[in-house]
């Protein structure tokens, strides 16, 4: 069965560090490009960043560059996202997918999810 798992969120102080980490299962997650995404209560779904497959590519959407690091590692099936710098309105469900379409380091097009987590609460609050 086809599985993500995303873990390391949890309650942090504005300007904190967290790492998370999601965790694929039942397949081999060097064939895909992953996104980051992230849901706050009454908001829509908004994508974070995003990896290639083979890792050699990132982007970071406005708001959190210079503070978010993507980064994979295909040998331990995990993709990770250290957050820097962290403030009050990164407070949201963060969550991993696959996609259909590109991750480049200069833009990030997606449609289709395939495969979802089931997301992991991060809380950025004094």
């Known amino acids: 069965q086809v599985q993500f798992v995303e873990s390391g969120g949890g309650l942090v102080q504005p300007g904190g560090s967290l790492r998370l980490s999601c965790a694929a299962s039942?397949?081999?997650?060097?064939?895909?490009?992953i996104g980051w995404f992230r849901q706050a209560p009454g908001l829509e779904r908004e994508g974070v960043s995003c990896i290639s497959s083979s890792g050699g590519s990132t982007y970071y959407v406005d708001f959190v560059k210079g503070r978010f690091t993507i980064s994979r590692d295909n040998a331990k099936n995990t993709v990770y996202l250290q957050m820097n710098s962290l403030k009050p309105e990164d407070t949201a469900v963060y969550y991993c997918?696959?996609?259909?379409?590109?991750?480049?380091?200069?833009?990030?097009?997606?449609?289709?999810?395939?495969?979802w987590g089931k997301g992991t609460l991060v809380t950025v609050s004094s």
């Open positions: 997918a696959t996609f259909s379409g590109y991750c480049s380091g200069y833009g990030w097009s997606y449609y289709g999810m395939d495969y």
């Open positions: 039942g397949f081999t997650l060097d064939s895909y490009a």
